[in-house]
């Protein structure tokens, strides 16, 4: 059975102006996600700004979510880390925390080869035997690409590690991954872009960085697929074309604590090195957001 099936959010981590994770606002921003029919948050991902939270601040959002959510909808915690020490440690909590599924980016800047990946996933998989593993590839940010086979031997072979989040861009080297598989792995999307092309190759969702400001339409557009309505499911995708263009304008996730800005929620700043968007790209991004029939706070 499937972690979750649908649309999954890549939370952004709201903060305080002086930089201090804005929990009021977090309880905030999942129960609009609950209501909007999101199917389940992912919190301290990449797009939740992991890299530059301190150990304690990223355990605590997990620990926050996990109690706050109460689950109404399954909670996957990003853990991972470029050292499997590390990640080991915050899996652990997070599983301890009553997480339903760790969410395990690989390796950054180390490049590991294929054999030090299945080290890496094994290691961490063996330290929480009862706690499901998502993989997840995104060598555009991490220097390091999971390939097919070394996806397949890792779901075949670890009794908890079930499931992959594809952010490769690679349909084909998807397509490959689900074949050498052999119905073993569970995938997820990793770019709003290609849910509707890698639901196809088998794939249970997506976890969505549009989810933070279209939570419904990007849970509806999986549901339709899921149900056999592909033309619905294929318009909602290409109306959001546009906008997930402008949400991946600039590195992620500037763009999406703009929009999140822009149409009020109040999120706040950015940690850096990233820092706020090109007035530019905030103005077409702003167009975009009108366009696709969300509301900016002026209107």
């Given at each position: ?13 709201p ?21 909007n ?14 890299s530059t ?20 909808i ?18 652990k ?8 599924a ?23 998989a ?70 509707l ?7 249970q ?95």
């Amino acid at each position: 059975m499937a972690i979750f099936t649908g649309a999954g959010v890549a939370i952004v981590t709201p903060m305080h102006e002086d930089g201090r994770v804005n929990y009021e606002k977090l309880e905030e921003m999942l129960e609009f996600q609950i209501a909007n029919g999101t199917d389940a948050v992912i919190i301290c991902g990449t797009t939740g700004e992991s890299s530059t939270l301190t150990h304690g601040e990223h355990l605590q959002a997990i620990h926050f979510t996990i109690e706050k959510v109460a689950k109404r909808i399954p909670v996957i915690a990003g853990t991972g880390s470029n050292s499997t020490e590390t990640a080991i440690m915050m899996s652990k909590e997070a599983a301890s925390y009553g997480a339903d599924a760790v969410l395990l980016v690989t390796p950054y800047y180390n490049k590991a080869t294929q054999k030090g990946l299945i080290a890496h996933y094994t290691a961490i998989a063996n330290e929480i035997p009862d706690t499901p593993i998502i993989m997840y590839n995104v060598p555009s940010r991490t220097g390091c690409n999971i390939q097919p086979a070394t996806a397949a031997y890792l779901a075949k072979n670890v009794k908890n590690i079930v499931g992959i989040k594809e952010a490769c861009g690679d349909l084909s080297q998807i397509a490959k991954m689900m074949s050498l598989a052999e119905g073993q792995i569970e995938l997820y999307s990793g770019n709003d872009d290609q849910v509707l092309p890698i639901l196809s190759l088998g794939g249970q969702g997506v976890i969505s960085v549009l989810s933070n400001i279209a939570p419904r339409q990007t849970h509806d557009m999986v549901a339709k697929f899921l149900a056999g309505d592909h033309e619905g499911a294929a318009k909602i995708q290409l109306d959001a074309i546009p906008l997930i263009n402008a949400l991946f304008s600039e590195v992620n996730p500037i763009p999406v604590k703009a929009a999140m800005n822009l149409m009020g929620m109040n999120v706040g700043p950015l940690r850096m090195p990233l820092t706020e968007m090109e007035e530019g790209n905030k103005a077409v991004l702003a167009r975009a957001i009108k366009d696709f029939g969300l509301k900016l706070a002026e209107e």
